[in-house]
């Protein structure tokens, strides 16, 4: 959904990083983005160092286990960061984590 919401609002280049198991649903049904792998939290590096990407967003699918170190390290690089879903539930014992943050709706 936020794929396809950030198309709708005329965001350049939008890239989807999903876990690898995940990959060839959102490369079908998002086919005007790209989508890529992320196995480990190595894989994050890149898109993290890319001047390029203006803003992050984490949460939806992204399960509880790493998405706590993968959100920190987005906060990191002061970029707009919007934070959802999954994200959330990461820092349910630690909310004042998430103080800078933009949180969605839930």
Do not use: Q
Request: proline share 5%; aromatic share 4%; net charge positive.
């Amino acid at each position: 959904m936020a794929g396809r919401a950030a198309a709708r609002v005329g965001a350049g280049l939008r890239s989807i990083a999903v876990s690898e198991i995940a990959l060839p649903v959102y490369a079908s049904a998002l086919t005007s983005n790209v989508v890529k792998p992320l196995a480990t939290s190595r894989d994050l590096d890149a898109p993290l160092s890319d001047w390029r990407l203006t803003a992050f967003l984490i949460g939806p699918g992204a399960g509880v286990g790493a998405t706590r170190i993968r959100t920190l390290a987005m906060l990191a690089t002061h970029r707009a960061t919007l934070i959802d879903a999954d994200a959330i539930t990461s820092f349910e014992v630690d909310s004042a984590a998430l103080m800078r943050a933009v949180v969605g709706p839930y």
